[in-house]
């Protein structure tokens, strides 16, 4: 009991490494929270089209392009920048308060009467010009000058043309998702925080395990506190197991936090009224994983700072591999193949399983059942080879 | 001095760790994780059905055959796009689609088609249904409009339906070409903050030279040389490394990762050494003014860091919008903001004034903390030495 008190007052002394960590995971909430929206957007769980803010400086002044601006702005925040200069637009388009931004050239009317793109539409959008906006828009625009370019073909006058395209002009087809009766297709603001750190939950705990509660198990480890212990009448292994007891502990107490955390927010979500029991069972078993690795680490690793490289490597990497910060359906059959062979595949698996809407993962209870097998399993093998090293070291010492 | 200092750094493991070794760690954790996307989004056949829920033969008909030319090969590249189903009635639909046998179905009324969706449903199904739906009621309203005005054009117009042209063009940028990776931004992201990570070298450069961080920094207070010289020779010495190691990630993320850099090699490395000159006195500032020893001070750095790169937006990109919109002096103070819009510059806009203006915004800053790190460093005297 001594030995295990003695462990909790020295993670007391250096618990620099659980704040960094409690910190990284109430931003990562926060920052979860204030883009969920914008990550059901992107994900695709919401049919219904987003709007964008987009910009222009009208250089052509046509009754077409007047036209265009129009049609943009029946479904999209549409602003005019003509009176900035192009670092204001710059900035605009870096700091995303504009998603599109378009410079409509003199002489616009007249290339697409002459049916050529020697006066194309220049358009920018923050961070590079691949996203979601670029294609929206762009797709949209297309669509409208084409169809204006029909009208004209049929033989309407400009306006007429410009009248016509903007009344006709389909581009918000009906959607509906189907869905059995007991299932549901709606997903809340908060499904999508519990779904999206129950995700990141895997990369988290390891670091707070290696990097917060590993440090202290560092300090056990060190010569001075070694020689200290063989002279007292304490037995070799009673060291190793008041670590292991107090890195388990930890753990538990993290994965409470952390389950309040999912049942508190979480309490009105469909993602707890469903798989509350999914949730709980496989963070139960990430966490032992965890504690298991973080023993593991620290029994070869001697110093603070290798300990901090190997863990952000192997934490980086597994997430990344595993679908952690990618989701599962992009990353590709081969590297997946790999991620079998590594825990926090079967973690985010099980995890997927929680919301098919956003994952694309249908639950399925045979292959849940699989992935809690298999987590348990690589949680007693880690542990086992962790125990074997450190009886070599203790024999060694 | 210069080589002593040199080797010193070059034997700090963990120094060129996280300047060298992580932020390429993560550029290959990237290139490995995104390199499927493009593909994911090629679109395989898509399971499909028709149910008929309006009596206009002439519409449901019209729409049958738009889809049987989408079931011919060649009408996606890898093949068909389509494969149209059979069932008895809607409900035999809707139960195909709840079991996940289709990947979408078409609701044919009398004049609009509604697409219909699994629950799981992928994004390229939708993306598929909605563009055929969108693509046909448009083209229907057009003819039914060019038949009512001029009959004659509207047979042209039905032969000609399928051809449209692109108006667009992504402004020109001397980094991305016609079809830019999507992902790119998080590599020149992760490139600016390992530069921004030479700041702890900063921080470890003053805890070498000043003389309560330890024995090694006694040793080097007392020698001969005068301070300034000292602190200035470091600094040469830790801004030679951190050059020479962007050199080699730019070379990796070039040569290995096809991660686009542009021909304007001028500007490039205006904006490596610019940027260095800048971290790294950030670090000396840094490692003057905050208490405790080297380790403690390079863990309060490296917060100071991550902050400074979470309110640049590393992690949501509508963060620094936000701050603009809001209170606009953090965003032109803080480093990683000041440093990632420089890069952003750099690769998307031509013009060369605001790029410039950007990195003399930089330099400025560096002389600053530079000046008030040797201000600090070389006033500092030991009683106890």
């Known amino acids: 009991m001594h030995h295990y008190k003695y462990f909790f007052k020295l993670l007391k002394q250096n618990r ?10 109430i931003v990562m909430f926060i920052a979860l929270t204030v883009s969920a929206k914008d990550i059901m957007d992107d994900v695709g769980i919401s049919a219904e089209r987003k709007s964008y803010a987009v910009s222009y400086v009208d250089n052509d002044n046509s009754e077409l392009s007047k036209g265009l601006a129009e049609y943009l702005s029946k479904s999209n925040e549409v602003t005019d920048y003509g009176d900035k200069d192009d670092t204001e637009i710059s900035n605009m388009v870096y700091f995303h308060i504009t998603d599109y931004h378009m410079n409509i050239p003199d002489g616009f009317m007249d290339s697409v009467e002459a049916g050529n793109n020697d006066n194309l539409i220049s358009y920018e959008t923050g961070n590079g010009n691949f996203s979601s906006a670029a294609y929206d828009i762009g797709n949209r625009i297309n669509t409208f000058l084409n169809m204006y370019r029909s009208y004209r073909a049929i033989g309407l006058s400009v306006e007429e043309a410009v009248s016509k395209t903007n009344d006709t002009i389909v581009d918000e087809s009906e959607i509906s998702i189907v869905a059995a009766d007991n299932d549901t297709v709606e997903v809340s603001a908060e499904d999508t925080v519990i779904f999206n750190i129950n995700q990141y939950y895997p990369y988290l705990i390891l670091g707070m395990m290696s990097m917060g509660i590993g440090y202290t198990i560092l300090i056990t480890n060190k010569k001075e506190t070694v020689d200290r212990c063989s002279v007292s009448p304490v037995p070799p292994y009673m060291t190793k197991l008041t670590n292991t007891l107090g890195l388990l502990t930890s753990g538990l107490v993290c994965w409470l936090l952390f389950t309040v955390f999912n049942f508190v927010y979480g309490a009105g979500s469909e993602i707890i009224s469903n798989y509350g029991y999914v949730i709980l069972i496989n963070s139960f078993l990430t966490t032992m994983i965890a504690c298991a690795l973080s023993s593991l680490l620290t029994t070869f690793i001697k110093s603070a700072s290798s300990l901090g490289m190997v863990t952000n490597i192997v934490s980086l990497s597994m997430a990344f591999l595993c679908g952690v910060f990618v989701p599962m359906r992009f990353i590709g059959e ?36 699989i992935c809690f097998v298999v987590e348990a399993l690589f949680a007693v093998a880690i542990s086992f080879i962790a125990i074997i090293l450190n009886s070599k070291r203790i024999i060694k010492e | 001095m210069f080589k002593y200092f040199l080797l010193d750094r070059l034997r700090n493991k963990t120094a060129v760790f996280w300047i060298l070794i992580f932020p390429l760690a993560l550029m290959i954790c990237f290139t490995v994780a995104f390199g499927n996307l493009t593909s994911a989004d090629d679109i395989d056949m898509k399971q499909t059905a028709v149910i008929r829920a309006g009596s206009n033969d002439m519409y449901y008909e019209s729409f049958n055959s738009v889809l049987e030319e989408l079931t011919k090969p060649g009408s996606n590249r890898d093949g068909a796009l389509l494969f149209i189903n059979e069932y008895e009635d809607e409900e035999a639909v809707i139960k195909a689609l709840e079991e996940g046998d289709l990947d979408l179905a078409f609701k044919v009324y009398d004049d609009k088609i509604e697409t219909l969706l699994p629950k799981d449903y992928s994004i390229t199904a939708c993306g598929v249904g909605k563009t055929i739906a969108d693509t046909f009621m448009n083209n229907s309203k057009l003819i039914n409009a060019a038949l009512e005005v001029n009959p004659l054009e509207a047979q042209k117009l039905i032969q000609n339906i399928g051809e449209s042209i692109d108006f667009l063009t992504a402004k020109k940028s001397d980094f991305v070409d016609e079809s830019p990776n999507a992902y790119l931004w998080y590599y020149y992201s992760t490139f600016v903050m390992g530069i921004l990570f030479n700041a702890l070298s900063g921080v470890e450069m003053t805890g070498n030279i000043k003389a309560d961080n330890g024995y090694h920094a006694m040793r080097v207070s007392v020698c001969s040389k005068k301070k300034i010289k000292l602190i200035l020779t470091s600094y040469a010495a830790l801004l030679t490394i951190a050059l020479a190691v962007n050199v080699f990630q730019l070379f990796i993320m070039k040569t290995f990762l096809d991660v686009p850099l542009g021909t304007n090699i001028t500007k490039l490395i205006a904006f490596v050494v610019s940027c260095n000159v800048f971290s790294i006195a950030f670090g000396t500032l840094c490692g003057c003014l905050l208490k405790g020893n080297s380790d403690s001070k390079c863990n309060k750095t490296t917060a100071i860091i991550m902050t400074s790169s979470f309110l640049s937006g590393e992690m949501v990109c509508q963060l620094p919008g936000l701050i603009e919109s809001v209170c606009p002096i953090i965003n032109d103070i803080n480093p ?17 004034l605001d790029f410039y203006s950007n ?22 005297r030991y009683a106890s030495l």
């Open chain 1, 16 to 25: 620099n490494g659980i704040i960094i960590y409690g910190i990284i995971t």
């Open chain 2, 336 to 352: 990683a903001t000041i440093m990632n819009m420089a890069f952003f510059r750099l690769a998307y806009t031509t013009s060369d």
């Open chain 1, 334 to 369: 081969n590297v997946l193949n790999f991620s079998k062979f590594l825990p926090f595949y079967w973690t985010i698996l099980a995890n997927n399983m929680t919301s098919s809407v956003q994952s694309k993962y249908s639950y399925d209870a045979k292959q849940l059942m």
């Open chain 2, 359 to 380: 990195l003399i915004k930089i330099v400025a800053l560096a002389v600053i903390c530079l000046t008030a790190s040797i201000l600090l460093l070389r006033r500092e």
